[in-house]
């Protein structure tokens, strides 16, 4: 893919002058170019292999309170004229949004980051090639562990985005960027059962990826997974490898600290804002500059520049995450984080980190009386969001602990409980791990008291 | 079009493919949303694309792009041949399909009111008037309300280098409310009429959101959010379950529409949505459910969201028994997946939710078929048990086993009547031990249900399909997960 902010500069001015032309008041504009390759194993072949280029453009305009929007994935400028015509038109029928206040104007964005620091050359010129040559080599590195891998699962890929936010009040913000993945379950078979375990990284560069060390991370989870036993439901304590952490960040952030949410009387920290709900070792925050990540932003979907955004510190909750027209309702300046999706928004945080510790797996496993290890959970989903209760599964990989010590692998199980609840206390964080095997940057920890509901014989 | 199509299947011919297929798609989608009296969505997309498949060195390549000119068909249709090939390399044994007749047909669903033709202002002006009326019913109390309308239509062009030329247009309109009543001391209630997830769709025309009645279903809705504010919460126990369509949609899509697929059984999705306990050893032995569980996949039942000519690689759509009599007998399949167990033909089970997207095995209409009872007789036959309607949560395991729903609302049933209201009502089952209890399906409340939401593959996509069903009743069910119901609730 070559980038070239140019002709997105060209497209964004003309979206915006053709606004004017038509009425708007105030005028929105955000174009995306999107290249992305996906190379997807499933028993230990190429099973999908694609590519995908795509262009969107989606206009916003304003006529006074009234709004309409269009997306369109082309870039001619007879058919973008007629999605910006739509616009104008759908907006004059519009009923008003008595909540807007304004598109932001101008902004200053970070100098501290550089844009040509999200980019990788070698995420930019990788070629189908490069991802089957690292397909083999997580098969055969995966295969190399234990005679009972019987498959390898998962995904190669590589994206690079450029993306240009103008508004008709000066908003003049682009940036590009690559990135790569690669997600691995190994599973392995020896005629009684089947086990599985499961790896991931994430880099910028997508030849800087750890295929081998993922391949065989999640073989040995695989082959350590026989013998595989029941636990029945009660309270255990839960040693969370990273993965397991981020995913329940996604969801503690989705449901409790968008002001969406909260203003919509979702949000489990509704009229808890300053209250201690959870551990002091906790500090939870988003912070799109932060260098350890692997996907950075100076700005968010509406073009407003990120800023780091305190969530939980010391176990006090801080700070909701707004944009502009959730923080207009509440009378506060956005923090930057819109999120745009499918033609509709909402304030998310992201880009989150938690503070790491002095603590280990060794040692949280040695520390445990009656717990659980898990490597990351599957189809989680908020039961009751305004309590904070989540459900989930465990999957690839998870041991009952014992007297500080791993007996058995466990069959799956539910977990059914309360963020309020479960990370109200936590025994101890571990330091952070080399792979990023989750968008987030968190580290493992093990909590005292985890509710498991269920499991595969209910 | 016809040029474009074959320019393309040339080149991948000439670049030395032993298959390949297009598909030329447009997209319109129109999109309402009124939120707390003000609009929240009024978007309109156009998506237009193409997709090349390819066969190259007995890999599967595919390539796509937002760009339909000459020049980008001739890059892209390179660019999936090599990504064939390079998937080639890696294959033990080169991919084989099943046999399909090449066609040149068009089909259409059927519509009597063009969803795009009617004024957007109509549509905004039925929305706002629900707004309204949701709020109005008792400001006090209903705090969050939500309207919604989608039209979507899509424009497919299908031709393969078997000779097949395809041309279709699927539509589909509907849409819904939500409310939410929040009284001091007691948890928000959220309800929502027809059906959660923005309401219901249906492969029709403008007139299906009309026939929703939605105003007249305004006062039910908010009364009955009001009333789940006083309510009990659901007890923690086993007992006798009644589960309606709106909640038995989801309970069919999740545990019989995904272990059905058979990529997700043979492995494909292994590494992200799972695998399946339905395996093909199974087939023909496997006892899914009790003798009145009949389940199909049917892409040609009328007005379902998964109602369609042909599927992505040109297959007609057929009629496929996936349980009979509660044994497990078909899966959903695609030319390379019926091949690989030995099926004589694909279910016609493709599908590519955007043009740049690779035909995944979807759901179409997962039908459990109807029973030989009345809702009513079933209630009046029910000593004791609870009713659940109205999807909230969801969560299965992997393999598409263990379960556990929350709906939005339910009812004691004690001695045959409908009794008190029961908030955050949750169950949790095994698959096959739940569909072994079921012993009444209704006929006449059996409708196709439609949801726009069903997420699978990776890259990521979201397929719209259908769920025919009435009510259901299953036996010795555990409910009350949350273990929310206290001494007060009286229920413990």
Not at chain 1, 316 to 326: E, I, S
Not at chain 2, 240 to 256: A, K, N, R, V, Y
Not at chain 2, 269 to 294: I, R
Request: charged letters at 25%; one cysteine or more; hydrophobic letters at 35%.
């Amino acid at each position: 893919m070559e980038f070239n902010k140019e002709l997105l500069l060209e497209k964004g001015q003309f979206v915006l002058k053709e606004a004017e032309k038509l009425g708007a008041t105030q005028a929105e504009v955000t174009i995306s170019m999107r290249n992305s390759a996906l190379t997807r194993l499933a028993n230990s072949i190429i099973d999908q292999n694609v590519a995908e280029r795509h262009a969107t453009v989606s206009t916003i305009i304003y006529i006074g309170k009234k709004k309409g929007s269009t997306s369109v994935e082309v870039l001619d400028k007879d058919s973008l004229k007629q999605a910006i015509e739509q616009a104008a038109k759908i907006a004059k029928i519009s009923p008003e949004n008595k909540d807007f206040k304004s598109l932001p104007g101008p902004q200053k964005y970070s100098t501290e980051i550089s844009i040509e620091d999200f980019v990788s050359k070698n995420t930019l010129n990788a070629t189908p090639e490069q991802r089957a040559e690292f397909a083999t080599l997580a098969i055969d590195s995966a295969h190399a562990i234990d005679k009972r891998i019987n498959a390898v699962a998962g995904a190669i890929s590589h994206i690079a985005v450029e993306n240009l936010i103008m508004n008709s009040l000066g908003v003049e913000a682009y940036e590009k960027g690559t990135g790569s993945n690669v997600n691995l379950t190994v599973l392995a078979e020896d005629g009684k059962e089947q086990t599985a375990g499961w790896s991931a990284d994430n880099r910028k560069d997508f030849t800087e990826l750890h295929i081998q060390e993922v391949a065989e991370k999640a073989a040995r989870k695989a082959a350590d997974g026989f013998g595989m036993k029941y636990l029945e439901p009660g309270e255990y304590e839960v040693i969370l490898e990273p993965a397991a952490v981020g995913g329940l960040m996604f969801f503690m952030s989705y449901f409790g600290f968008s002001a969406m949410m909260y203003q919509d009387y979702i949000s489990f920290l509704r009229d808890k804002i300053g209250d201690k709900l959870f551990s002091e070792k906790l500090n939870l925050w988003d912070d799109s500059f932060d260098k350890r990540l692997v996907y950075q932003a100076l700005f968010d979907d509406e073009g407003y520049p990120k800023s780091k955004l305190e969530m939980i510190t010391k176990g006090v909750v801080k700070n909701l995450a707004y944009d502009t027209l959730t923080a207009d309702k509440d009378g506060v300046k956005s923090t930057g984080h819109n999120a745009k999706f499918r033609g509709r928004s909402m304030p998310f945080p992201g880009n989150l980190l938690i503070s790491d510790g002095n603590s280990n797996l060794d040692e949280m496993i040695a520390e445990t009386k009656n717990g659980i290890l898990v490597t990351h959970f599957h189809y989680q989903n908020a039961v009751n969001p305004t309590k904070g209760i989540f459900t989930g599964l465990t999957r690839d990989g998870a041991w009952y602990v014992k007297n500080g010590e791993i007996q058995y692998p466990l069959r799956t199980l539910r977990y059914t409980d309360s963020v309020l609840k479960f990370l109200a206390n936590i025994d101890l964080i571990g330091k952070y791990m080399d792979l990023n095997d989750t968008q987030a940057k968190v580290p493992p920890m093990k909590l005292p008291a985890f509710t498991i509901s269920g499991s595969q014989k209910e | 079009m016809r040029d474009l199509t074959e320019k393309a299947l040339e080149t991948c011919s000439k670049e030395g493919a032993s298959y390949a297929d297009i598909r030329i798609v447009t997209i319109k989608d129109e999109d309402i949303s009124i939120k707390r009296g003000n609009i929240q969505a009024l978007n309109i997309t156009n998506i237009k694309g193409f997709g090349i498949r390819t066969i190259a060195n007995g890999g599967l390549g595919f390539a796509g792009s937002y760009l339909v000119t000459p020049e980008e068909i001739k890059r892209v249709a390179k660019l999936a041949v090599r990504i064939g090939k390079a998937s080639g390399a890696t294959r033990k044994k080169p991919i084989e399909f099943v046999d399909v007749k090449a066609v040149e047909d068009s089909y259409k669903t059927p519509f009597k009111k063009d969803p795009f033709s009617v004024p957007t202002e109509e549509k905004i002006e039925i929305l706002v008037e629900v707004d309204k009326r949701l709020k109005e019913y008792n400001p006090d109390v209903i705090k969050m309300t939500q309207s919604d309308y989608r039209g979507h239509r899509e424009e497919k062009i299908f031709a393969s280098t078997e000779g097949a030329y395809i041309t279709q247009q699927i539509t589909f309109a509907g849409g819904g409310f939500s409310c939410t009543a929040i009284s001091p001391g007691t948890q928000p209630q959220r309800r929502s009429f027809p059906g959660s997830f923005r309401g219901n769709f249906s492969a029709e025309g403008y007139e299906y959101f009309e026939s929703l009645n939605l105003l007249e279903n305004v006062e039910k809705t908010a009364k009955e959010a009001i009333a789940l504010t006083e309510a009990k919460a659901c007890p923690t126990e086993k007992t006798t379950l009644l589960i309606d369509g709106h909640q038995l949609m989801l309970q069919i899509h999740e545990s019989c529409g995904h272990p059905t697929e058979l990529d997700r059984v043979l492995g494909t999705e292994a590494a992200f949505a799972g695998t399946s306990f339905m395996t093909p050893d199974l087939l023909g032995k496997l006892q899914y459910g009790s003798e009145h569980v009949n389940m199909v996949a049917d892409s040609t039942s009328l007005t379902g969201l998964g109602t369609y000519g042909y599927d992505d690689e040109g297959v007609k759509a057929k009629k496929v028994d996936l349980v009979r009599e509660g044994l497990f007998v078909g899966y959903q399949s695609s030319r390379e997946t019926a091949a690989i167990i030995g099926l004589e033909e694909s279910s016609a089970g493709m599908r590519a939710d955007n043009p740049q997207k690779l035909p995944l095995v979807r759901m179409v209409n997962i039908n459990l078929e109807p029973g030989d009872w009345k809702r009513d007789e079933i209630i009046a036959d029910t000593k004791k048990g609870i009713l659940m309607s109205t999807n909230k949560s969801w969560s299965i395991d992997d393999k598409r086993l263990n379960f556990q729903f929350g709906t939005e609302i339910a009812w004691e049933i004690v001695n045959g009547e409908i009794s008190n209201i029961i908030r955050s009502p949750t169950y949790t089952a095994i698959t096959p031990e739940f569909w072994g209890s079921m012993d009444a399906h209704s006929k006449d409340d059996w409708k196709l249900l439609g949801t726009p939401n069903c997420g699978k593959g990776q890259p990521g996509q979201v397929m719209y399909v259908g769920h025919g069903c009435g009510t259901a009743r299953f036996h010795n069910v555990r409910v009350g997960i949350t273990k929310e119901a206290t001494a007060t609730d009286g229920v413990q």
